[in-house]
């Protein structure tokens, strides 16, 4: 059986795992997963290890970073679920800057390991404004 972890645990360890994501420091990322965890980003795709998620990211962006507005936890059956909102800033592969990009990511551990991550961004309207050339308040 694993051990139960606190909410603030499993918000610290999260957050680190965010940041060695960001530091593209995978191998330490990829020691937050639990064997087998389940990446999901924005259109469905499914990933299975940090490596795949920064080859793919390595297509849109030069560089990619968040900033943390939130971080709650939660008791689950199974662990402890984690929400994490935000904006991402960063560059895009051509070099264009961006910022305020919104997003939300849940994760789900069991005992000190994240078994899912579920990732929700705005990327997608960002890129259809930036194609159309209206870069407005979005109101």
Same mark, same amino acid.
């Given at each position: @059986? ?5 909410n !603030? ?5 999260v957050?680190? *795992?965010?940041?060695? @994501? !960001?530091a593209?420091?995978?191998d330490?990322?990829? &020691? ?16 299975? /290890?940090? $490596?795949e998620?920064?080859?793919?990211s390595?297509?849109?962006y +030069? $560089?990619?970073?968040?900033? #943390?507005d939130?971080? %709650? ?18 560059e895009?592969?051509? &070099? !264009?800057?961006?910022d305020? #990009?919104?997003? @939300?990511d ?5 005992g ?5 991550? *579920?990732?929700?961004? %705005?990327?997608? !309207?960002?890129? #259809?404004? +930036?194609? /159309? ?6 109101s």
């Amino acid at each position: @059986m694993l051990t139960p972890v606190s909410n !603030e645990t499993a918000c610290r360890t999260v957050l680190d *795992y965010l940041r060695a @994501m !960001e530091a593209r420091d995978l191998d330490a990322a990829q &020691g937050f997963l639990a064997a087998g965890a389940v990446l999901v980003f924005p259109g469905g795709r499914c990933l299975a /290890s940090v $490596h795949e998620v920064a080859a793919g990211s390595a297509r849109r962006y +030069r $560089h990619v970073a968040k900033t #943390i507005d939130r971080c %709650e936890a939660w008791p689950t059956a199974d662990g402890v679920s984690v929400l994490v909102t935000g904006t991402l800033y960063g560059e895009w592969a051509d &070099g !264009e800057a961006f910022d305020g #990009i919104r997003f @939300m990511d849940l994760f789900d551990l069991a005992g000190d390991r994240i078994t899912g991550q *579920y990732v929700l961004n %705005e990327t997608a !309207e960002f890129a #259809i404004k +930036r194609n /159309s050339g209206d870069l407005g308040s979005g109101s």
